[in-house]
T-cell receptor
Framework: SQQGEEDPQALSIQEGENATMNCSYK?????LQWYRQNSGRGLVHLIL?????REKHSGRLRVTLDTSKKSSSLLITASRAADTASYFC????????????FGQGTTLQVKP | KAGVTQTPRYLIKTRGQQVTLSCSPI?????VSWYQQTPGQGLQFLFE???????NKGNFPGRFSGRQFSNSRSEMNVSTLELGDSALYLC??????????????FGNGTRLTVT
């Protein structure tokens, strides 16, 4: 069963715009992670946020976590065509720790 | 450091056959996880090994098995292949040694097609 659900499923924006993706999950977590996947390739780790953290930044990425709402968001600022990819959130559930459960992902298209 | 290496990159098998996929983790990483990715089910966790021991297991039938060697290299085996086993199989390694899942470093996967 999927722990994380991303929203929207697909997003299309122009270069330079910001992209926001949301992730909701069902159970208590130890941490939540975001990954990027280019077509047919492996996933690349972007950022990890722990359950006691509310916000983290990494370059053009900003991740927020609201454990009361069981949700997280990934913001990519000043998007580039190279950001075109699928983005997944993954959770390390407190009840079954040590394995990451991935959501279905958001497909982002950035048009030049 | 070299990244996670998976072999072979592509594989075509017939229903009923078995297959073995190989994964070499990043040097020094002791945790190796396997995932199955399909368009319909997304990324599904198969199992995770740490220091040659299976630490976590997903909800897959017993036809799916794996192992890890003393050098942390891992293999997964699927016996009696079914059409539904066609997927991208991803291996990931992690430097995390505690109970919490750390950042995963993925290989580019093995694309298995069952005909």
């Amino acid at each position: 069963s999927q722990q994380g659900e991303e929203d929207p499923q697909a997003l299309s924006i122009q270069e330079g715009e910001n992209a926001t993706m949301n992730c909701s999950y069902k159970t208590s977590i130890n941490n939540l992670q975001w990954y990027r996947q280019n077509s047919g390739r492996g996933l690349v780790h972007l950022i990890l946020i722990r359950s006691n953290e509310r916000e983290k930044h990494s370059g053009r990425l900003r991740v927020t976590l609201d454990t009361s709402k069981k949700s997280s968001s990934l913001l990519i600022t000043a998007s580039r065509a190279a950001d075109t990819a699928s983005y997944f959130c993954a959770t390390d559930a407190s009840s079954n720790t040590g394995k990451l459960i991935f959501g279905q992902g958001t497909t982002l298209q950035v048009k030049p | 450091k070299a990244g996670v290496t998976q072999t072979p990159r592509y594989l075509i098998k017939t229903r009923g056959q078995q297959v073995t996929l190989s994964c070499s983790p990043i040097s020094g990483h002791r945790s190796v996880s396997w995932y199955q990715q399909t368009p319909g089910q997304g990324l599904q966790f198969l199992f995770e090994y740490f220091s040659e021991t299976q630490r976590n297991k997903g909800n897959f039938p017993g036809r799916f098995s794996g192992r890890q060697f003393s050098n942390s290299r891992s293999e997964m085996n699927v016996s009696t292949l079914e059409l539904g086993d066609s997927a991208l199989y991803l291996c990931a390694s992690s430097s995390a040694t505690g109970v919490y899942a750390g950042p995963l470093h993925f290989g580019n996967g093995t694309r298995l097609t069952v005909t």
